[in-house]
């Protein structure tokens, strides 16, 4: 079955789920949604016909149920050929099948699209680290003003602990949202493996790959937002057998280094704009992936994990030597917008490298979509 019928095969079973805040929804994390009625192009809509009239639909059902569809697929709509191009470029029939999932929550919405993360184990995971806690001990984020208790995973088998959102750090370190694994297919960081971690935030990814790598790898995370720097320098502090690992990069990655970039601190919101017409907190010179391994000498580069509110594309060309060069193991969020989906994907692929590309989620809502690439021996 083609992209194109796996799509509406997705939208037709789903259209007939309703779900609600309590039980599909990070009411905490988005508050409430506006819906935009949105259109439909002909040749969706005529899909949808053919499909209703070839199972016999009652006509008042079918009309209803098209009519749904098509105020809401329109989203999409502009990209169907490249998102078939995506489907097909996919290296497993799972990476397929969760493409289409991803889709449909995006046309349908949290009340009819349920993600497969979405699960009892999932939010058991969950409420075991919440009991990893001290919620007594914590630290405030500028971010929705959060509090970020003492999260300490020694119990979990893992010499970790920082200051986190308890679901985070399952989903950093439990669900290992950096590793794809899959019907005995594996792409993630390993012992020895020097890591460049493009967007490290809290701090979190950089002790997480600070762990897999052991002793005789290093992490070289970028982060330059200030209120993030301060959170992350406390969480590095708290693990001093990993600090060792851990090079920090006081700048944002971009295409080209030296560029002038001008930044809100809004920890993880932050804004970050290219011109300082505007009001600013303060503004910091970008280094590219390529430049960043020349000036510090890194030998080797064995793995590239990018999660940087956008900036992916351009971070990306600005890694191209290094890519071509040493072929490392790819992490890159497509999720930002739809660009990011069908142009990430058709990126790596043009290169010519050989990579194979693979997809994992990350969350219960549009948000954490990863792109898994990696060149096959």
């Given at each position: ?299 080797k580069v064995n793995f590239i994990k990018m999660d940087i509110e956008g ?67």
């Amino acid at each position: 079955m083609n992209f194109y019928s796996k799509l509406i095969e997705e939208l037709l079973v789903d259209s007939r789920n309703s779900f609600s805040y309590i039980d599909n929804y990070d009411e905490i994390r988005f508050g409430e949604i506006a819906v935009i009625p949105l259109t439909i192009k002909g040749k969706i809509r005529k899909k949808l016909e053919k499909i209703f009239n070839n199972r016999g639909y009652e006509i008042t059902k079918k009309e209803d149920v098209i009519k749904y569809i098509g105020e809401k697929i329109g989203i999409i709509d502009p990209y169907l050929s490249d998102l078939e191009d995506l489907y097909d470029l996919l290296s497993n029939e799972e990476s397929k099948i969760l493409l289409v999932k991803i889709l449909a929550f995006r046309v349908l919405g949290f009340t009819k699209v349920k993600l497969p993360l979405n699960t009892p184990e999932f939010w058991a995971g969950i409420k075991e680290i919440e009991e990893l806690t001290d919620k007594n001990t914590f630290i405030k984020a500028s971010f929705f003003n959060w509090e970020l208790p003492l999260v300490n995973l020694n119990k979990k088998g893992i010499p970790i602990q920082l200051y986190f959102l308890p679901m985070g750090a399952y989903i950093d370190f439990i669900f290992k949202q950096y590793e794809y694994g899959h019907n005995f297919k594996y792409i993630k960081a390993e012992k020895g493996d020097f890591v460049i971690d493009a967007g490290g935030c809290w701090g979190d990814t950089a002790l997480y790959f600070a762990n897999e790598v052991g002793n005789s790898g290093r992490v070289f995370t970028y982060e330059f937002i200030p209120s993030n720097l301060e959170i992350m320098t406390k969480n590095i502090a708290l693990n001093p057998n990993l600090e060792q690992r851990i090079t920090v990069i006081k700048h944002p990655v971009w295409e080209t280094s030296d560029r002038t970039m001008f930044y809100i601190d809004n920890g993880p919101g932050s804004r970050v704009f290219m011109n300082g017409d505007e009001k600013y907190d303060g503004k910091v010179e970008s280094i590219s992936i390529d430049d960043l391994v020349n000036r510090l000498n890194i030998n080797k580069v064995n793995f590239i994990k990018m999660d940087i509110e956008g900036a992916e594309p351009a971070a990306l060309k600005g890694a191209m030597n290094v890519i071509k060069k040493f072929k490392p193991k790819l992490a890159i969020a497509i999720y930002h917008s739809l660009d990011d989906f069908v142009n990430i994907p058709k990126f790596i692929h043009d290169l010519g490298l050989g990579y194979k590309l693979y997809l994992s989620h990350c969350s219960i809502h549009e948000e954490e979509t990863i792109l898994f690439a990696e060149i096959s021996n």
